[in-house]
Structure formats: structure tokens, C-alpha cells
């Protein structure tokens, strides 16, 4: 943001944007330091990552593009399913699942974009909501390929690289989660803080005038769901390489609701929203859940009604509000 | 040989009613302040554990606790429609489906708090039990009492809509909210007792729900699903138009269960974003 009398151009403007904030590097260092503190918990940590990636995907089609998605599990779910299904049939390769993955939900995805963007207020939600429903049907009456309610059987990953093993404490899994994390988010970075990122702003904010502008609305839509499904997919399919195991679970409205959760408890429209959001679920979810499962969505719900009401933009945004507030005062 | 067809045909019907009574509340609400509430069934499901307690902890007759289902979901959603609702009619659809899937969750946690996990049933009074034949066809009696208020209520609403003073306002919110305020129409009151009136139908529906498909926590998502397919089917604000599309998913759910049971709840979904695509606004939407 600009302050506001200082004119800066377009180009300044994005540049600025896309330098890195000593807080962001404390972020990333910060992500190492399981390994130090929580060794026993590294399994935990490595599903916290793939859950911020799945969060962060979401991140790009909500909060950058305003695409109120209640079924994006559907990819995540695809994602995963694709990686188990190809590891049973002898591609076990974990990095090369993760491309024939991606590139699986990026073609469904991109083939679902065209009727994403035709849409607007309830019926897309009710549309996002029927494909994530349907997959789920889907997958659950393709028992010969799915293994239906029973969950996927006979995954066999392989060794990354051809050298390290998923190891029973996750040291491999975390490394693998964290650095694909990292990758993917290096590319969202930079495509947000681009001229489409902007323009997908724009797009959120008004729809009708983008076109004015030279941006045509739908074209971009299709463009950044096709990306956001395929990092979901990406997701998925690490989940399925470093736990072994798909189930129908993947599918879950359960999941698309708990994605769209975490983002907006961490801020959506911001690049780390999903991130802590991410954090703060899952690690919330691994303490009380032990204490009571069944009343936990009772939290999430109080959760989620406060943060309407009082942080329309979640955590990160509530903090950067009050960081303006502190700097505002002081000068 | 037609024997098998009505009786599915009867069913999906009867079925059909029960989805209109929990969906044309939303639809009516929906159309007019462009709310989307997903806690909508978690209304019908208080309907229906209010049924299911004054039965079986008070004793009293099915019958008699259907108003008392329909009165308790009409306070209590007026009073969160007062106290949070009303906060968010400007606000983003996502802040409003935040909101509602955050009431949603919290009743099914406070309904499994207070009343377990478990299938719950309420009796029905022994003349609403067992079936009676008609041209060598069987018709539940429930059901034919299910069409029956279903019918009653979509009468009564329709006259309501269409021949008193709540009805026209009702009517020109709908069609045009800004200008029906221009006009001296006050919106929020009429809103407050439409969504009041609306809840309170989903509660009957949800009372009257317990014997066909048993109340347990999850009712308030599992059935939102289908009253949100009903009423983006239907289109925003149509009574006609969800009347028409309850019964046409109430059909072919049914339908699809007899026929193709390994098809599942598959063919319904396709049915909605296929109808979507060919009419985003639903068959009887304005916008």
C-alpha cells in the first residue's frame, strides 16, 4: 500500500510489493524449527505444510480472484487419488507423481473453469458445491478404481530422489512438505505481486469494469482457477505420498469447509493467511481434539461467527491494522 | 406394471413436500435481502428436536408439538436475525457464508452436547401409522399427511403473497428492495418476519421430517444441501419455482434410489449444475 500523496507508478508499486519483509525470512526460518524443538512431532508439521499449500491454492481463487469455492477439496481429493492410484500401478516416484497429479486437477480443473466463470453469488457457491459432492459420488461408486469406502489399497511410494525413504518419524515427509511448500509459494508470490495478480484484484473488486480496462474478467478467472487446481492437486498428492493412505476423507465437504476456515481465520487476500491460518488449526485441532472431538466444531463455529464479526480480515489483517494504528499515532 | 412407478412417483412427491416446507423460507429470505444463510436447517433441526423432547420427554401428542416446532424456530431465528443477521445484509457473500456455516456448526455441537449422537424418533399417533390401498396401490398414510400439510401451507402462502397488505410488501422487496424503501415499505420489519415465518416453516419441516428420515446431529448440513439445491434451482424468491423444484428433487432422489441405487446421490447433483448451466438465475429466478 502507498502512502497516500506519494504518486508511484504501476511498475515501482509492484516492485516494492515484491520485496521480501525481514519478517518473512523470520517465517521461513522459523518453519525449520521442528526439527529442533519437535522432533517427535515432524509428522504433525509436514501435514501442517501440505494443509498451508492446500490453503494457500485456495488463497488464489478467494482471496485474489473472489471465487467463494465450497468444494475445493474436489482437487485436492483428485490430487491424491492420482498419486495413490499411480503408485499401485508402478509409478512410485513421489516427484513425478507430483507432476502427473498437478497436471491431472490442472486439466480438470481448467475443463470446471469454464462454468466457474460463468457464475456469480449463490450459484456459484451451490456450483462449487455440487462438483465437490460429485467428485465425492464419484469416487465412492468407482470402487474398482477408488476402493470406495474402504479407502485406496496397495500404495507404494517410493523413494524420493531415489534415496531417502518416508521414514516412520516424517523427517523425509517434512522435508519433502516444506520445500514443495516453499516452491509453490515462491510462485504464487510472484504471481500475485505480477500485472495479472493486480488485475485479478481488480476483478474481485468489480468484475463488470475490468473488461473496461483492457482485463477480460472471465479469461483470468479461468486462468488462475486452472492454476489454484492444480496446487491443490499438488497438495493432495503429497498427502497420499507421505501418509500411504487415501481415503474417501480427501473428498470431504468436511475438508473444503476446514480450508476455507483456516484461510479466513488467518486472512484471506493475504499470502500467509492460509499459512497461519493453517498452523493455528491444525495445531489447535491435534490439542483439543483429544480432550473433545465431538465439540470441536463447536469452537471452529464460534471461531469463524467472531472473526466475521470483529476481524473482517482475519488475524494477519486485524494485526496489520493495529501495526497502522501503532505508526499512525507515533508519527 | 405402473403399480411400482406411482408408488415412487407418490413417495418422491411426499418427499418433495418435505423439501419445499424446509426450502421456502431460504428461497423467500434469499431473494429478498440476497442473504445467504446456511444455518438455515439447523432452524428446521431445533423444529425438530423440540418435537422430539415435548413427545417423548412431556408426553405430549405428535400433533400437538408441530406449532410448538414451528413457533420455537421462528423466535429463536428472529432473535439471531436481530442480534447478527442484521449486521451482514451489506457485507461480501463470503462474510455471510462464514457466519452461517459458523451458527451451522455450533448447533450440531450443541445438539450432540445435549442430545447425543444417536438417531432420534418421535412417535407418530397411531392414525398416521400403516398404509391404505387405492387401485391395488399402497400410499403411507404419513405421506399422504405430509402432501397434505405441504399443500395446505404452499395454499396458504400463496394467498398470503398475493391477496394481504404483508404479502405486497413482501413481494415489492423482492422484486425491487431500494424501491419498496422509496415507497415507505419498512424492509427490515418485513424482512424480520419473513425470515421469522420462514424459519419457522423449516421447523415444521423438520418436526415432520423425524419419521421419514430420523433427526440426528448432521441434519443441518445433510439437508442444507438439499434445500440450497431446491432454491438455486427453483430461482431466488419464487414460491412456484421451489414448489416445482422440491418436487422435481424429491422425485428423482427417490427415483434414482429405487432405480439405480449404485448411482447413489450422484444423479442429483448432475441434475443441479446441468439446470444451473442452462439457467444460472433457476427456472423461475428474475436475476
Known amino acids: 500500500m502507498s502512502k497516500p500523496g506519494t504518486p508511484m507508478t504501476p511498475h515501482d508499486y509492484l516492485r516494492a510489493q515484491t520485496r521480501w519483509h525481514p519478517l518473512e525470512y523470520a517465517f521461513w526460518l522459523a518453519t525449520l524449527l521442528p526439527f529442533l524443538l519437535f522432533p517427535n512431532y515432524l509428522s504433525l508439521a509436514s501435514q501442517i505444510a501440505i494443509t498451508a499449500l492446500f490453503a494457500l491454492s485456495l488463497d488464489l481463487i478467494l482471496g485474489y480472484a473472489g471465487i467463494v469455492s465450497l468444494g475445493h477439496a474436489a482437487f485436492f481429493g483428485i490430487g491424491a487419488y492420482t498419486a495413490g492410484i499411480i503408485s499401485k500401478y508402478g509409478i512410485g516416484d513421489p516427484l513425478l507423481g507430483l507432476v502427473i497429479a498437478a497436471a491431472l486437477t490442472g486439466i480438470v480443473g481448467f475443463a470446471t473453469s469454464f462454468i466457474i466463470a460463468r457464475f456469480k453469488h449463490l450459484a456459484l457457491i451451490m456450483i462449487t458445491l455440487g462438483l465437490g459432492f460429485l467428485v465425492h459420488e464419484l469416487a465412492n461408486s468407482a470402487h474398482w478404481l477408488t476402493g470406495g469406502a474402504d479407502g485406496l489399497q496397495g500404495i507404494r511410494i517410493g523413494k524420493l530422489l531415489g534415496m531417502f525413504e518416508f521414514d516412520l518419524w516424517g523427517h523425509t515427509a517434512y522435508v519433502y512438505s516444506l520445500v514443495v511448500l516453499f516452491i509453490m509459494f515462491l510462485a504464487v508470490r510472484r504471481l500475485t505481486n505480477s500485472p495479472f495478480g493486480l488485475a485479478l484484484r481488480g476483478i474481485r473488486e468489480n468484475s463488470v469494469r475490468m473488461p473496461a480496462i483492457g482485463a477480460p474478467s472471465a479469461a483470468h478467472i479461468r486462468k488462475v482457477y486452472t492454476m489454484s487446481a492444480a496446487i491443490a492437486g499438488i497438495a493432495g498428492a503429497l498427502l497420499a505420498q507421505t501418509t500411504s493412505t487415501v481415503s474417501l476423507g480427501v473428498l470431504d465437504f468436511q475438508r473444503s469447509a476446514d480450508v476455507l476456515v483456516m484461510l479466513v481465520l488467518g486472512g484471506a487476500g493475504m499470502l500467509y493467511g492460509g499459512l497461519i491460518g493453517a498452523i493455528i488449526f491444525m495445531v489447535a485441532r491435534d490439542q483439543f481434539s483429544g480432550i473433545n472431538p465431538q465439540y470441536w466444531y463447536f469452537w471452529i463455529g464460534l471461531l469463524l461467527v467472531l472473526v466475521v464479526m470483529l476481524l473482517p480480515n482475519g488475524i494477519l489483517g486485524g494485526l496489520s491494522h493495529l501495526y497502522r494504528m501503532i505508526r499512525g499515532r507515533r508519527s | ?287
Open chain 2, 1 to 287: 406394471m405402473f403399480g411400482p412407478i406411482i408408488g415412487v412417483l407418490f413417495d418422491g412427491f411426499a418427499y418433495g413436500m418435505l423439501l419445499f416446507l424446509l426450502s421456502v423460507g431460504l428461497s423467500v429470505t434469499l431473494g429478498m435481502m440476497n442473504f445467504v444463510n446456511l444455518a438455515h436447517c439447523a432452524f428446521a433441526m431445533l423444529g425438530g428436536y423440540v418435537t422430539v423432547t415435548l413427545v417423548n420427554r412431556f408426553g405430549w401428542p405428535f400433533l400437538a408439538t408441530l406449532p410448538m416446532a414451528f413457533l420455537a424456530a421462528a423466535l429463536v431465528s428472529v432473535v439471531f436475525e436481530r442480534l447478527l443477521y442484521r449486521k451482514l445484509y451489506r457485507a461480501s457473500d463470503l462474510d455471510q457464508v462464514l457466519l452461517t456455516i459458523g451458527l451451522a456448526f455450533m448447533s450440531i455441537a450443541t445438539a450432540a452436547y445435549i442430545f447425543g449422537t444417536v438417531h432420534q424418533a418421535a412417535p407418530t399417533p397411531s392414525f398416521l401409522r400403516g398404509s391404505v390401498q387405492y387401485f391395488g396401490i399402497n400410499f403411507g398414510v404419513y405421506r399422504l399427511f405430509l402432501v397434505a400439510v405441504g399443500l395446505a401451507v404452499t395454499l396458504v402462502l400463496v394467498l398470503t403473497l398475493e391477496y394481504t397488505r404483508f404479502g405486497q410488501q413482501v413481494r415489492a422487496a423482492v422484486d425491487n428492495q431500494r424501491m419498496a424503501r422509496g415507497l415507505g415499505i419498512n424492509v427490515d420489519a418485513t424482512f424480520a418476519a419473513t425470515f421469522a415465518l420462514g424459519s419457522g416453516l423449516a421447523g415444521l419441516g423438520g418436526a415432520l421430517a423425524i419419521e421419514i428420515v430420523g433427526l440426528d446431529p448432521s441434519f443441518a448440513l445433510i439437508y442444507l444441501v438439499y434445500v440450497l439445491i431446491v432454491v438455486s434451482v427453483g430461482g431466488l424468491g419464487s414460491i412456484l419455482g421451489s414448489f416445482i423444484a422440491a418436487v422435481l428433487i424429491g422425485i428423482s432422489d427417490i427415483a434414482g434410489k429405487y432405480y439405480v441405487p449404485e448411482v447413489g446421490a450422484f444423479l442429483i447433483y448432475l441434475v443441479m449444475i446441468l439446470l444451473l448451466m442452462w439457467r444460472p438465475a433457476g427456472l423461475f429466478g428474475k436475476r
